[in-house]
Nanobody, 118 residues
Framework: QVQLVESGGGLVQAGGSLRLSCAAS????????MGWYRQAPGKQRELVAV???????NYADSVKGRFAISRDNAKKTVYLQMNNLKPEDTAVYYC????????????WGQGTQVTVSS
């Protein structure tokens, strides 16, 4: 079983920066893709960024050039550096691990609130 614990959310002014961390416990495989999703009030959960164990990344268009995802496989931790934050980035950010072994299994953290004031 995998457990994910996020940290680093908070309140920041527009233009500011935050760094989210997600520590995983349990066995993590090299095939596991880790990443971040977010959900704003009244909206569906959406992908922010994902990263493979080899370092291949994928970003939502809305965060390209502002956010950077990284991963420390030895520490079983994934990070999200968020720069030049905008009010529309306000959401609950969820850490995610996707494992594809005979189908897909998704693990989620409890979420961390990010609020960007204008």
């Amino acid at each position: 079983q995998v457990q994910l614990v996020e940290s680093g959310g908070g309140l920041v002014q527009a233009g500011g920066s935050l760094r989210l961390s997600c520590a995983a416990s349990g066995t993590i495989f090299s095939i596991d893709v880790m990443g971040w999703y977010r959900q704003a009030p009244g909206k569906q959960r959406e992908l922010v960024a994902v990263i493979t164990s080899g370092g291949t990344t994928n970003y939502a268009d809305s965060v390209k050039g502002r956010f950077a995802i990284s991963r420390d496989n030895a520490k079983k931790t994934v990070y999200l550096q968020m720069n030049n934050l905008k009010p529309e980035d306000t959401a609950v950010y969820y850490c995610n691990l996707k494992r594809e072994i005979v189908g897909s299994t998704y693990y989620w953290g409890q979420g961390t609130q990010v609020t960007v004031s204008s």
